[in-house]
């Protein structure tokens, strides 16, 4: 069974960058996309990045176009949702999910429709 776990998260002042990973186990990710979500207190989770099973295809929420970049290391199973110029209405749990698929692009599903969601990371932009 494919598991996945966040990490990455912390403190960090507007205008600072963080790098969180996904790292998969039980299964590879060669028919999985994955996405990024994130979830503030008192609001619902949001979709904020994803990637398709090949690694060839990717999309970004406009809120985070031209500051988040996610890439896929197949040979170690992570995703990486690289974040820079932060701010901070970046703060709030992010959340990595993993959904099977034979598509080739990817795109933000409902969430029952992951096979697998990790912890979720805390990032907090604070200055």
């Known amino acids: 069974q494919l598991q996945v776990v966040e990490s990455g998260g912390g403190l960090v002042r507007p205008g600072g960058s963080l790098r969180l990973s996904c790292v998969a186990s039980?299964?590879?990710?060669?028919?999985?996309?994955i996405g990024w979500f994130r979830q503030a207190p008192g609001k619902e989770r949001e979709g904020v990045s994803c990637i398709s099973r090949t690694g060839s295809s990717t999309y970004s929420a406009d809120s985070v176009k031209g500051r988040f970049t996610i890439s896929k290391s197949k040979n170690k199973n992570t995703v990486f949702l690289q974040m820079n110029d932060l701010k901070p209405e970046d703060t709030a749990v992010y959340f990595c999910a993993a959904r099977q698929t034979v598509a080739t692009d990817c795109r933000f599903h409902r969430d029952p429709l992951y096979n697998a969601w990790g912890q979720g990371t805390q990032v907090t932009v604070s200055s």
């Open positions: 039980g299964s590879t990710l060669d028919y999985y996309e």
